[in-house]
């Protein structure tokens, strides 16, 4: 199993960014997806997650309003679409991938970069 993130980089404030996750090697329409991020010197912070249809979508509350989670399962890939973004959102994200019963699978990160 792996999963592949891309898209991140370098913005100024009020820019947008959307990332993307690949997912390979397991049945993704199966998986509840979710994004985390870890800013420099932080914890691992819960960003948002969607469910397996993409009926449901859940953010933490300083990203609502301007972050927006999809998936494609014709694809295998689940994206995090993030406008509005400020310095703060700087951090690495990362997706992860849950079906119950099956062991939690991770990226490697992407950064973002929110800087003037």
């Known amino acids: 199993v792996q999963l592949v993130e891309s898209g991140g980089g370098s913005v100024q404030p009020g820019g947008s960014l959307r990332l993307s996750c690949a997912a390979y090697g397991l049945t993704f329409s199966d998986f509840r997806m979710s994004w985390y991020r870890r800013a420099l010197g932080n914890e691992r912070e819960w960003v948002a997650t969607?469910?397996?249809?993409?009926?449901?979508?859940d953010y933490v509350d300083s990203v609502k309003g301007r972050f927006t989670i999809s998936r494609d399962n014709a694809k295998n890939t689940v994206y995090l679409q993030m406008n509005s973004l400020k310095p703060e959102d700087t951090a690495v994200y990362y997706c992860?991938?849950?079906?119950?019963?099956?062991?939690?699978?991770w990226g490697e990160g992407t950064q973002v970069t929110v800087s003037s």
């Open positions: 992860k991938a849950v079906q119950y019963g099956r062991p939690v699978y």
């Open positions: 969607i469910s397996t249809q993409g009926g449901t979508t």
